[in-house]
């Protein structure tokens, strides 16, 4: 094959087999973790220092082709969709632990290491890196960096951004930026505060520095089973109010529990109940077993069928691993698989989760539930068949209808996934023009010319103010 | 016809005021003699207002208690300062959810009555505490000795609406505790001291109140014994809720011949009542082995120094505040003692998160000021930290390098400010780099 | 701009014909695209391209037979790049039969592109020609013996080009005699039954210690230990590298074989053998006639630990003083989901000390005949494998794979390390007859 001048540059920049450009290639590019939507990029370069990247970039910008930077390609939002005439900038070789600090408990990395990596490296330690999506044995920091990723123990820890310090960026004219750092606070506007979530639109992080929490001295995992949904939900409600610092609350229905039951992560989780609690305590010996007696008179209060309880690390893990290979185990139910990601207002669960059944029954979708009961994160998951055009089309719509339902009820569109190109059409359900403009003003003060992640997260009429359609553009000169 | 200049006469002609005089304080905190101050009562007002001024080129300073006024630069001018103490009150306040939705002119200590008839805290603190209001507290991102429990006051905001000077009120994030809809913004204009736009309304976060709460002083002589202690406390078990060390000057001054001369350690531990036992017979166990002396508090209310400058003797001339990592703490009391050399300068660290609060008594001389700020800005350098200047007497701070050097991303910064502030007239000069 | 919008994905399409490769198709959408398989595969972790993943093979995979791309040079070379380890398998939420469809992806491809296939003569030399036949098997080891003697490998080894000799220190060295196993070898103790093992295509010759190993030990529990003749291979590489037709036919000999040798278990010591007789039932799906019997035999196979552990096995009473570190084989671990049988046969040894390995779970490169097939990668992965070792410095790597062993001992060789590698039941067979009984 012939490459075109666009990969001809890029191969100036980088190693030979840091850039690919076959057809072949360039079609497993054409999705993240989620496959609805798909667009084919032109080349898709690898590099492995922030030199390289701000090479590519200082490249790119001139020439005003587009630039997806992408991970391990787990988010759930078509984040890392390439934009049409543009390239994909992936990080997986920048996957280097810098450095580890043990007494400040941080880390210097670079972004395209594994989430589960980092806390697997600094276990010797007593230190863990608290965030953990689902797909933390897969997704990388910098993945997580763009979508302020949570996680089951976001609950008691906090979103990413919680846990970023620092940041090296490569700007929209390939210039090198130290944002942020180790010291508790640092002068000027807090630009990482607003770079994490900013989902690959505003520059391109190729180092952080994170920080890291101690490993508990006593962590005890409950698992209650309920007759319904309803049940667990008002324990989780209660739990809340009543001040029980959990670490963790997650609630999986009947559906989601078969399907991890039979996969490869089975966990032994309760079957024929409705819903499954998990809660996970963790501090001082004493704290724990406090916080477990209300935990426990709150279930029992609300119906709980059964309890358990796990405190050897290997049995916790069991019953995590199972939680986090829900989305994965979908797959045996139909061949795709539709997450969606909403918050509600915690006390409005129950009469939420309700409206979206309704709304999955009426559109005739097989509707699953497994989700952060404790802030308030639905994730209903649809199940269906891509081959299947009005299948689709049933999902699409029903997934919009039950967002509509959430923000009714005080939630938000995204509580961990993001924006990316799934909703980005309905930012006008929460956000006024005037919103989204400050928004796309914050953009432009990072991305003047509209280089970094197009046409993802605001709507394309707050972009008005940027340079001219990409696909529009010669590639290269 | 008070005297509020033409600026004031400009805003009653527009229908925008009334308008009165500021407060004298307030005006000589900005280096004025005086000011006029409008203070609107709706949010949709606060956004005329800026409007006016842009149109025109009037340069305004937002304020709230007026607590952390001279935080910051001088403004290079002020026409007028813009108060929120007209727009105040809880919009929402839903237990259930631990959460309040509050006008930010709302002073903290309201907030707190409020919310305590559900055993529900408010995880801020502020220099000004009862005083200060919502929206100061985050515009100058304002913290306490809980940070150490809480987090950064960052995390506490869950949405925000700010008030723009193109006339708009822009909102982000929303009232759900966990959210990535859209931009981070309540994290850009916290910290941001009123120089993007000015806050109006806020959602935070709450948490329910701690079932029991127990606290102690641990005096060391020498300071290598407290920051072996230090360490040993970071690296155990223990989390304390606040973990706070006063240097011998600072200990006297904030709590008398009582804990005469040592080096103090606050902590306090927030959580279940059997907990708390074994945390404190834990932490008697470390000060023990390290020489510590262990001084129990009966109310452990007593160990929030929420106001840092109630270290200072005779009143505070000088307040400095640095921020570093926590392992570098000792070294920096170390070298900021040094520098004084028996001037009355005293420190309060909040050593489990590593900032550091200098503050120089009501004797320090005046004229030792800059060189003093110099020196410490020196140290600060040399071990990786950062310095600024929180109050100086308004004469001296107009020559001191209050925000030191340039920060990484200041490109971006300027393109924030030209952003949202195109005709600079929010604060102009206040912020980093004359921003 | 233009617009991403959601788009519905085509159904197959033209290049699938044969009923297997369609359920292979729809095996590949029980990929949601989670992406958790991406950390674990071997080829993604040393180049970190998605095409390289195994989450990226299956959409290509599927992509083809969506008609969406040609069988091109591209798509087969990175179908032939995978290792086929099934890493991906043993983390798979959604339980995708990875090795099952890239089995088939590679026979159909293959077919469409029959000259094209990785490896080139040297693979189909031996895929072909050598292990189908026992005779001519042997007669290349002897051959390969001969290289071994030390001068006339000094003499031939500088006039190899360059690439060769490279290969050549990869290639096995062949005992000085090559044992033959008796056709049966009688229980040691009270009779409880009649085991068949395989004679297998190299092990006899190359790893004659392996095999003499397993009967020993297996007679030493009571066990009647058959060896038939034939057949020359159970047909696993031939699978592997989605040759199904020559795989079909020795799966058949190997049936028919231990169907007439009258033994209750089929007991293996080679791994990746051991999986293809496990996976017989699905190779003959198709075939009416030997369905049943295929289905039959593969439940009655078993990895030789499997089997110890499974069935009871004495102890050993006298030490054996050692440091050993056990290497989880593929095709033991992700195919067969067998972990903790070798170790507690290791276990069971009295002053044996068992030492972890870090990433013992990753494939060691040798993969079947993957070193002919990407020699580069194949050493990669041993070196990385041999800088672990250089650190943990066992007296023994213990791993149940010829294929692995061979590989692993010439890593250990061209590094000069101490560590010996060996099967698990050596260890077992040594303590057995360590002095003092």
């Not at chain 3, 014909?17 to 989670?34: G, I, N, T």
């Not at chain 3, 189908?132 to 071994?148: D, G, K, T, V, W």
């Not at chain 3, 057949?231 to 040759?243: Q, Y």
């Not at chain 3, 990895?303 to 004495?314: A, I, P, S, W």
Request: net charge neutral; charged share 25%; with cysteine.
């Amino acid at each position: 094959m012939t490459a075109s001048p666009l990969v001809r540059d890029l191969l100036r920049m980088l190693e030979p087999d840091g850039v690919l450009c076959e057809p072949e290639d360039l079609l497993v590019y054409e999705c993240d973790g989620l496959a609805l939507f798909r667009a084919t990029p032109e080349a898709v370069v690898l590099p492995r220092s922030t030199e390289q990247v701000a090479g590519v970039v200082r490249f790119c910008a001139a020439r005003g082709v587009p630039i997806v930077a992408r991970g391990a390609g787990t988010g759930l939002s078509g984040g890392a969709t390439p934009a049409p005439g543009g390239i994909v900038l992936e990080l997986a070789r920048m996957n280097r632990i810098l450095d580890v600090d043990a007494e400040d408990r941080t880390a210097h990395v670079e972004t395209g290491l594994v989430n589960a990596d980092l806390s697997a490296a600094v276990r010797s330690k007593g230190l863990f890196y608290a965030p953990d999506p689902s797909s933390q044995f897969a997704s990388t920091i910098g993945g997580n960096v763009a979508e302020n990723s949570g996680g089951p123990h976001g609950f008691k820890y906090g979103q990413t951004v919680r846990h970023v310090l620092g940041l090296t960026v490569v700007l929209n004219d390939g210039s090198v930026a130290r944002i942020g750092g180790p010291n508790a606070e640092n002068p000027g506007y807090d630009l990482v505060g607003v770079f994490v979530g900013s989902e690959g639109t505003f520059g391109i992080a190729t180092e952080a520095w994170l920080r890291l929490t101690p490993i508990p001295p006593f962590v005890e995992t409950l698992l209650f089973s309920f007759r319904s949904l309803l049940d667990g939900c008002r324990a989780v409600s209660e739990m809340v109010a009543a001040g029980v610092e959990a670490a963790a609350l997650e609630m999986l229905d009947d559906r989601t529990i078969a399907a991890i039951e039979a996969s490869v992560y089975a966990a032994g989780y309760p079957k024929e109940v409705g819903a499954v609690l998990l809660v996970e305590l963790d501090g001082t010996r004493e704290e724990v077993e406090a916080q477990a007696r209300e935990a426990r008179s709150i279930a029992k209060r609300c119906g709980a069928l059964a309890t358990s309880e796990a405190v050897e690390e290997a049995e916790r893990a069991r019953l995590w691993k199972g939680r986090k290979s829900a989305f994965g185990a979908m797959g045996r139910i139909a061949p795709d698989l539709y997450v969606q990601d909403a918050v509600v207002p915690r006390s409005r669960i129950a009469e939420v989760l309700a409206k979206i059944g309704a709304i999955a029954d009426r559109h005739r979708l097989r509707l699953a539930n497994v989700f952060h009961a404790g802030d308030g994160n639905l994730h209903p998951n649809l199940s269906y068949d891509a081959r299947d055009a009005d299948e689709v089309r049933r999902v699409l719509q029903a997934g919009e209808e039950m967002l509509r339902a959430c923000v009714e009820a005080g939630g938000s569109l995204s509580g961990e996934h993001g924006i990316g190109l799934e909703k980005r059409d309905f930012m006008g359900l929460l956000f006024t023009e005037a919103d989204l403009e400050a928004m796309g003003r914050v953009r432009r003060a990072f991305d003047p010319q509209g280089v970094f992640n197009p046409g993802k997260v605001l709507p394309l009429r707050a972009c008005r103010e940027r340079v001219p359609a990409p696909a529009e553009e010669p590639v290269a000169p | 016809m008070i005297a509020t200049g033409k600026a004031g006469e400009a805003l009653d002609r527009a229908g925008l005021g009334p308008v009165r005089e500021a407060d004298a304080r307030r005006c000589s905190a900005l280096g004025a003699e005086a000011l006029p101050e409008v203070a609107p009562r709706e949010p949709g007002q606060v956004a005329e207002v800026l409007r006016f001024c842009a149109k025109e080129r009037l340069a305004c300073v937002p304020v709230g208690g007026g607590t952390e006024l001279s935080f910051g630069g001088v403004p290079r001018r002020v026409d007028l300062l813009v108060s929120t103490s007209n727009l105040t009150g809880v919009v929402e306040y839903a237990p259930a959810d631990l959460t309040a939705t509050v006008r930010a002119g709302t002073t903290l200590g309201v907030l707190r009555e409020t919310v305590s008839r559900n055993r529900h805290e408010v995880p801020l603190e502020a220099s000004g505490g009862d005083w200060a209001t919502l929206g100061g507290v985050l515009a100058a991102a304002s913290d306490g000795p809980r940070r150490l429990l809480w987090g950064s006051p960052r995390e506490q905001v869950l949405g925000i609406a700010v008030a723009h000077p193109d006339g708009t009120i822009a909102k982000a994030g929303g009232r759900v505790v966990k959210n990535v809809t859209g931009y981070d913004l309540p994290r850009l204009h916290a910290g941001a001291l009123g120089t993007l736009g000015v806050i109006v309304e806020a959602t935070i976060r709450l948490r329910p109140k701690p079932r029991a709460a127990r606290a102690a002083g641990v005096a060391f002589h020498e300071l290598d014994a407290a920051a072996g202690f230090l360490r040993a406390v970071r690296a155990s078990p223990l989390r304390p809720s606040t973990l706070d060390l006063l240097d011998p000057e600072g200990a006297q001054t904030a709590f008398g011949a009582e804990f005469a001369a040592g080096w103090l350690f606050l902590v306090r531990f927030d959580g279940e009542e059997a907990a708390l036992e074994a945390e404190g017979g834990r932490l008697r166990a470390l000060a023990a082995e390290r020489g510590g002396r262990f001084l129990p508090f009966a109310n452990p209310e007593r160990v929030l120094l929420e106001d840092p400058r109630r270290i200072a003797w005779g009143g505070a001339l000088l307040w400095l505040r640095a921020s570093t990592v926590p392992s570098m703490v000792p070294t920096f009391l170390e070298r900021i003692r040094r520098e004084a050399g028996g001037r009355p300068v005293s420190a309060l660290a909040r050593a489990g998160i590593g900032t550091i609060h200098i503050l120089a008594g009501g004797e320090f001389p005046l004229s030792e000021v800059p060189t003093f700020v110099g020196a410490a800005r020196e140290t600060a350098r040399g071990l990786g930290a950062s310095l600024l200047v929180v109050d100086a007497p308004p004469a001296a701070r107009r020559d001191l390098p209050v925000w030191g050097e340039a920060p990484g991303g200041i490109a971006v910064m300027r393109r924030l400010k030209q952003a949202f502030d195109p005709e600079g007239v929010l604060s102009p000069g206040r912020f980093v780099e004359g921003l | 701009m233009a617009e991403i919008a959601a788009l519905p994905r085509p159904g197959p399409a033209g290049p699938i014909d044969s009923p297997d490769a369609l359920l292979a198709y729809e095996r590949s959408l029980d990929c949601v695209h989670c992406g958790l398989c991406l950390p674990k595969c071997p080829t993604y972790l040393l180049t970190g391209r998605e095409p390289s993943s195994p989450r990226g093979r299956i959409y290509l995979m599927r992509s083809w037979a969506e008609g969406r791309i040609a069988a091109s040079e591209r798509l087969s070379a990175e179908l032939d790049f995978c290792l086929v380890c099934r890493a991906c398998e043993t983390v798979c939420p959604a339980g995708v039969r990875f090795g099952e469809m890239m089995e088939h992806a590679r026979d159909e491809i293959g077919r469409a592109r029959p000259d094209r296939a990785a490896g080139g003569f040297p693979r189909r030399f031996l895929l072909h020609f050598l292990l189908p036949s026992r005779s001519r098997m042997r007669r290349a080891l002897a051959l390969l013996r001969l290289y071994s003697f030390p001068p006339l490998r000094a003499l031939l080894r500088p006039l190899l080009p360059k690439e060769l000799r490279r290969r050549e220190a990869l290639l096995p060295r062949v005992p000085a005699r090559l044992a033959r196993l008796p056709e049966l070898t009688p229980a040691q103790v009270g009779r409880r039954g009649r085991v068949a093992i395989l004679r297998g295509c190299v092990t006899e010759s190359l790893l004659p210690e392996t095999t003499r190993a397993t009967a020993a030990v297996l007679a030493r529990n009571g066990w009647e230990v058959v060896a038939p003749e034939e057949p020359p291979c159970c047909g696993a590489l031939h699978a592997h590298f989605g040759e199904i037709e020559r795989a079909q036919a020795l799966a058949k000999a190997t049936i028919a074989a231990y169907e007439a040798s009258g033994a209750e278990t089929m007991v293996v010591d080679s791994a990746g053998c051991g999986s293809v007789m496990k996976e017989y039932g699905a190779l003959l799906a198709r075939d009416p006639a030997w369905k049943g019997r295929a289905v039959y035999f593969a439940s009655r196979v078993r990895d030789v630990c499997e089997f110890l552990v499974e069935r009871g096995f004495e102890p050993p009473a006298r030490e054996l003083r050692a440091r050993v570190a056990y290497a989880d084989a593929c095709h033991l671990l992700h195919a067969q989901r067998v972990s903790s049988p070798p170790r507690e046969v290791l276990r069971s040894i009295p002053g044996l000390t068992l030492v972890p390995l870090p990433e013992t779970e990753l494939c060691c490169g040798a993969a079947g005949i993957y070193t002919i097939t990407n020699p580069e990668t194949s050493r990669a992965l041993l070196d990385r494998k041999v800088e672990i070792l250089r650190k943990v410095r066992p007296d023994y790597l213990a791993n149940g794979n010829p294929g692995c062993l061979l590989h692993y001992a010439a890593g250990l060789r061209g590094e000069g390390l101490p560590t010996n590698a060996v099967h698990p039941v050596e260890l077992l067979a040594k303590a057995y007859e360590a002095p003092g009984r």
